[in-house]
């Protein structure tokens, strides 16, 4: 079974220093009833696994491992694989590893397991945009853009090729991998499914976070009339 959800194209304008911004975007409905994250603190997640940046790559390893506690790196590797391989089929421009955005991603999906709920925001309610903003992504960015997949799955479909090709055959969340204007990638797995809806089953949950940090704001040009006298 694969159950997945998404925050489609969330955009805010920035202000660097702060971390504040008005925030807009419209989400898609869920495919599966989504529990009400209960009251508290996000769990605190480890340092991110560091990640090259995707090149078009011509085949990924460890595609079909199934997450545990000590495979996580090469999970968020292959799965990172994955969606550069996706991108580069399709003509898209190559993704960058980012620290902040993985923070994100991994923290989203320890909430889920952790509070047992699956949903965008976090279990303190904040929406994917807002712990965006509350990371060092960004900084001196006139403008930021993202977009979110999620999702989880028990037995062989909890593997990375498993996520992917399910992100894939769902519109909307094809859709968000192949949006051309999004540079950057974090992704976050745990090896567990929230209980409630697992049954039982051993799985693993997926966040996938897309970026854009733009960092010139087109500035409409001053026109000065200057009137001539003849003498």
Known sequence: MVILALTLLGSSVARAASHLARTAGHRKAVKA????P???KPLAGKPPAKLPASKSPASCANTNLQPTR???AAIDAATFCLIGQVRAA???PALRFSYPLQSVATGQTRDMVAGDYFGDNSI???TPMQRILATPYPSHAARVNSAQNIGWATGPLATPAGMVEAWMHSP???EIILTARF????VGVTPAAPSSFANGLEGAT???ELGQRVFSAKVAKKTTRTKTTKH
Do not use: E, F, Q, W
């Not at 009833?33 to 009400?36: D, G, H, I, M, T």
């Not at 540079?183 to 974090?186: A, C, K, S």
């Open 33 to 36: 009833p989504v529990s009400k």
């Open 38 to 40: 209960p009251a508290g």
């Open 124 to 126: 303190s309610g904040l």
């Open 172 to 174: 909307p969340h094809r």
């Open 90 to 92: 399709n003509h898209l």
């Open 70 to 72: 000590s495979n996580l």
């Open 206 to 208: 997926y966040t996938l």
């Open 183 to 186: 540079r950057d990638i974090g």
